[in-house]
């Protein structure tokens, strides 16, 4: 798992209060770790925070499974 | 249409002198004071160092990590206190009609430390906008009534009160006239305060409202002493399940006492300091007995609102002096605030749960620290330093609050 996947799987841990090993790449953040629209708006926060990117609204309509978050951050880390 | 009589079938309680009701019994007729220094945050520089803190209060004993970062401790303390109540009745969630029931519950500064935590993390962000999507709704004063309909499904009257330090004896006053009116078979009442914080602390201090006895916190809440310096704040929260009594005799719930009455007036004369002759207080507690088709001369005990501010003892006194006459000084009066301190809009639950056992157990818990009488205050019956037993009939609660608002509840022993 690379650094920032790792990264973002502790603060999904510490955000939803999940087990980490529940937080795989293909797991939605609704279907399959509990988390609601105030819940999913806090973690992008967290993640703009935590990585220092802005995440715009419609990028973050998109994000829906962990690997959508892992992989928008690896792209705006290399722009 | 007949009003329905209204009964207390459970209490709840979690305060600086007792995380449940029959521990914070057990501390007031011990005569145990909550006060300490301050430890939530530092308050070295403050001119008031001292409160009434919860002790050995956990919030992971009732909540999993994610609901304690979305719960603002009042609505965290108000869902503890309520549970104790709902058990403490016997009331089965399963089987009650949960249409019928409701939840009416005060605060008076509500989230305040989410609110004091987000803005200080904006600021310290460089102001950028990154408001976290639970800073409302763990803010919002109506919030633990919110969260308490949701974790047990009751879809009956649900909102909060806001009246200052009288917040949740309004709420209990609110629950008495939706019962009597039909409109709820069961309501779920009470309050929360969770305002040790330095904004609250801060602010307090300013309006020198607060004591500030920093080398003497035990003794620094004195109320009706002649050298009262101001209130200590307290923290927690107070619940109790009222019902019909028809509701509560067909489940064969026990009675605690019957909530006869209540009364409720504005001084309509300045935002912070009470009417000097006590006149709304006064009328609040007349109101109160005649809701209750009882005499002045019926009343055995009162709870007062007693805070330790030098204005406000005086006025209340006043106040009781004034309206009963010759029988004043056959009541047995008490602020139980000289041990738990003030839990603002908390504590007129709080207070009721207190005279509520008062009534059930014949014992009148007393006024702690009293020193020195003040020849401004009429020599009532304060109940100074120790507690008395008394066969109460029929008791007062009071609660004012900020704004000029009074608040008088009636209990009277369910025979």
Redesign the interface.
Known sequence: MSEIATKVQSIIVD???VDEKDVTMEASFTADLGADS?DT??LI?EL??EFDITIPDEAAENIATVGDAVAFIEKAQQN | MSFKRVVVTGLGALTPVGNSAQQLWDSLIKGVSGAGLITRFDAEKFKCRIACELKEFDPLCHFDRKEVRKLDPFTQYGIVAAEEAIVDAGLNVDTVDKSRVGVVWGTGMGGVLAFQQEISSYLEGACVPRFSPFFVPKVISDICAGHLSIKYGFCGPNYATAAACASSAVAISDALMLIRLGKADVIVSGGSEAAITECSIGGFGSMMALSTRNDDPLTASRPFDKDRDGFVLGEGAGALVLESLDHALARGAHIYAELTGSGLTADAYHITASHPEGTGAKEAMRLAVKDSEMQLTDVDYINTHGTSTPLGDVSESKAVADLFGDHAYKISLNSTKSMHGHLLGAAGCVEAIATVLAIQNGVVPPTINHFADDPNIPQLDFTFNKPVNRDITFALSNAFGFGGHNVCLAFRKYL
């Open positions: 955000k939803l209060g105030l708006v806090e926060m703009e925070k």
